[in-house]
C-alpha cells in the first residue's frame, strides 16, 4: 500500500513538474519570439520605404546631374569677375548738331559728312543768290565723294549765309547764278520749324549739271540762306548710272529741317538801320538806285562774302553731340 502511495505521489509530482516546465517556456521566449517577428517586419516596412523614398528622390533630381556634373575651376571664376564689372562700351551717336551762337543758327547733320565753319574769308563753296551784296558764310557741309558709287554723283553740301544789310522785301528776291540759269518762280515751303522762301536754278551742259535750291528766311533784322547743291558730272566714254537727285536733296533737306534759329542781335544789324535813317533819300534818287538795282540782277550781280566786324559778345561756333545739348 505505500508503494502504491509513494509510486501515486511520484507520477502526480512528474506531472506538475512537466506542466509547470512547459508553462514557464512559454512565457519566457514566446514574448521574445513575437518581439523578434514584430521587429522583422518593422524593419523590413522601413528598408522599402527608404528605398521608395531614394527612388522617388533619384527621380526629382535628375535634371540637375548635367549642371553639377561639371565643377567650375577657379581659376575659371577668377577671370570670369571682372568681365562682370566691365562697362558697356557706348557708340557714338549718327549725328552732330552744329551751333553758332553769333548768328543763332543751329542744325543737326550726319558724323559722317565733312563740316566746315566759315569765317566769312575762306572760299564760297557754292554762290549766294542775295540780292545784294555783304553776305556773310556760316557754315558748309559736304557729302562724303563715295556716298553714290557706280553713278555720276559728282558733289552735294548744304551752305548757310547770312546778309545783314537787307530788308524783308529784299530777302524774298533771288539773283540767278547766270544767264543761262534756268529758274523756277519763288514759293513758300515750310521746313521743320521755319517757313522759307525757296528757288529753284538749274545750269550746266550734258556732261556736268548743277542743280541749286535756295531756301531765304528773314529773321532778326538779316537774310538768312541755305543752300543745297548737288552736281553730276561724267565723261563722254563712261558708263555710270544716272544719280537719283531726289533721293540726295532728301539727306540734304533732313540737315534744313532740324535747322533752328534764335533771337539774336546780328552783327551789322544795327549799323544798316543806321545808316538807312540816317540819309533820306528823295524819290529822284530812290529810283535811280532801284532802276541801278535792276539792271545789276539781269545783267552778272555777284554776291560777295564779307568778314563780320569784330564784337565783344561774338561767340565761337561750336560742334556738339546731343549728350552735351
Known amino acids: 500500500m505505500a508503494r502504491l502511495e509513494i509510486s501515486s505521489n511520484q507520477e502526480s509530482g512528474n ?12 512565457s519566457i521566449y514566446l514574448p521574445a519570439i513575437c518581439a523578434g517577428i514584430i521587429m522583422t517586419i518593422v524593419l523590413f516596412v522601413a528598408i522599402a520605404c527608404s528605398k521608395k523614398s531614394d527612388s522617388s528622390a533619384n527621380r526629382i533630381s535628375a535634371p540637375a546631374e548635367p549642371a553639377a556634373s561639371t565643377p567650375v575651376p577657379a581659376t575659371m571664376v577668377s577671370a570670369a569677375a571682372p568681365q562682370a564689372t566691365k562697362k558697356v562700351k557706348k557708340h557714338r551717336p549718327a549725328n552732330a548738331i552744329y551751333v553758332n551762337g553769333t548768328y543763332g543758327v543751329s542744325f543737326s547733320y550726319p558724323r559722317k559728312y565733312s563740316l566746315a565753319a566759315g569765317n566769312g574769308k575762306a572760299q564760297v563753296p557754292v554762290q549766294t543768290s ?94 538768312y540762306e541755305f543752300a543745297l547743291d548737288v552736281e553730276t558730272s561724267r565723261k563722254a566714254d563712261e558708263d555710270l548710272a544716272q544719280l537719283d537727285r531726289g533721293q540726295v536733296f532728301k539727306q540734304l533737306e533732313k540737315m534744313l529741317s532740324s535747322a533752328k534759329i534764335k533771337d539774336v542781335q546780328v552783327p551789322g544789324v544795327e549799323k544798316a538801320e543806321k545808316a538807312s535813317e540816317s540819309k533820306p533819300e528823295d524819290s529822284t534818287t530812290a529810283e535811280t538806285k532801284s532802276t541801278g538795282a535792276k539792271n545789276d540782277v539781269t545783267t552778272d550781280a555777284t554776291p560777295t562774302i564779307s568778314t563780320p566786324a569784330a564784337d565783344s559778345k561774338t561767340e565761337k561756333p561750336q560742334v556738339v553731340t546731343p549728350e552735351q545739348k
Not at 170 to 194: H, L, R, W, Y
Not at 199 to 207: H, T, Y
Open 130 to 223: 542775295f540780292l545784294k551784296p555783304g553776305a556773310v558764310q556760316i557754315a558748309a557741309v559736304d557729302v562724303p565723294d563715295d556716298s553714290y558709287p557706280e553713278t555720276d554723283f559728282s558733289s552735294a553740301l548744304l551752305n548757310v549765309s547770312v546778309n545783314p544789310g537787307m530788308s524783308a522785301d529784299e530777302c524774298a528776291q533771288f539773283v540767278p547764278a547766270s544767264k543761262d540759269t534756268e529758274a523756277t518762280k519763288p514759293s513758300t515751303i515750310k521746313m521743320g520749324a521755319n517757313e522759307f522762301t525757296a528757288l529753284e536754278q538749274m545750269s550746266g551742259e550734258a556732261n556736268h549739271q548743277a542743280d541749286l535750291k535756295y531756301y531765304h528766311l528773314f529773321k532778326n533784322g538779316a537774310c
Open 15 to 26: 506531472q506538475s513538474f512537466k506542466q509547470i516546465e512547459g508553462d514557464g517556456w512559454t
